[in-house]
């Protein structure tokens, strides 16, 4: 089945810095959405990209498609402590099943 | 509208015992998929039912199964359960249509002692 690899697995950053999470895939994806999830809740949509290249921007986040959409990242610019959470890509194949990362799990420090 | 409902929210079985959670989907939602969550794993697809039928399946043991009824609700079973399938269990919704989103039901947390 279609794997996406998440990396970092673990971020501390000091409240007011940059944060940046990468997804890759070593197949060609049709579409990748990205999910945050609180400490003890439960993944909630962000957004999904779907053409080759694309960026887009939620306020402080960005969001970016490779070229080859191979590869997502997400970067979150000055965190607060509300940033804080685990941050998910999904990415789906031709079975449209959606195959998660592994997950980057933020901290902010105050 | 209604989000996606998980119940039971809590669950402590006893190894060997079966157990049975349910998922209701969000009204006119006919996708509904199934996850595992444990601390260090991410999320781990177990299966997917569109429209009562199981259209994708990850890779874990019979143990696990599931189904779906013409309203759209969705149950999973574990049956023998094992101290390592102690978990979140998540359901996530979606249209169908195309790849939408998913949207997340609270989870059912799985206890095996």
């Known amino acids: 089945g279609q794997q996406v690899m998440q990396i970092p697995q673990y971020q501390h950053v000091q409240e007011g810095e940059d944060f940046t999470t990468y997804c890759n895939s070593s197949?060609?994806?049709?579409?990748i959405q990205w999910y945050k999830q609180r400490p003890g809740g439960h993944p909630v949509f962000l957004i999904q990209l779907v053409k080759s290249g694309e960026v887009k921007k939620q306020k402080r986040l960005t969001f970016q498609f490779g070229e080859a959409k191979k590869n997502s990242s997400l970067h979150i610019t000055a965190t607060q402590t509300t940033d804080v959470g685990t941050y998910f890509c999904?990415?789906?194949?031709?079975?449209?099943?959606?195959?998660f990362g592994s997950g980057t799990q933020l901290t902010v420090l105050p | 509208k209604a989000g996606v409902t998980q119940t039971p929210r809590y669950l402590i079985k006893t190894r060997g015992q079966q157990v049975t959670l349910s998922c209701s989907p969000i009204?006119?939602?006919?996708?509904v998929s199934w996850y595992q969550q444990t601390p260090g794993q991410g999320l781990q697809f177990l299966f997917e039912y569109f429209s009562e039928t199981q259209r994708n399946k990850g890779n874990f043991p019979g143990r696990f199964s599931g189904r779906q009824f013409s309203n759209s609700r969705s149950e999973m079973n574990v049956s023998t359960l094992e101290l390592g399938d102690s978990a979140l269990y998540l359901c996530?919704?979606?249209?169908?249509?195309?790849?939408?989103?998913?949207?997340f039901g609270q989870g059912t947390r799985l206890t095996v002692v």
């Open positions: 999904a990415a789906s194949g031709s079975a449209r099943q959606l195959t």
């Open positions: 009204s006119g939602h006919r996708s």
């Open positions: 996530a919704s979606r249209q169908g249509q195309g790849v939408p989103e998913a949207f």
């Open positions: 197949t060609t994806l049709s579409n």
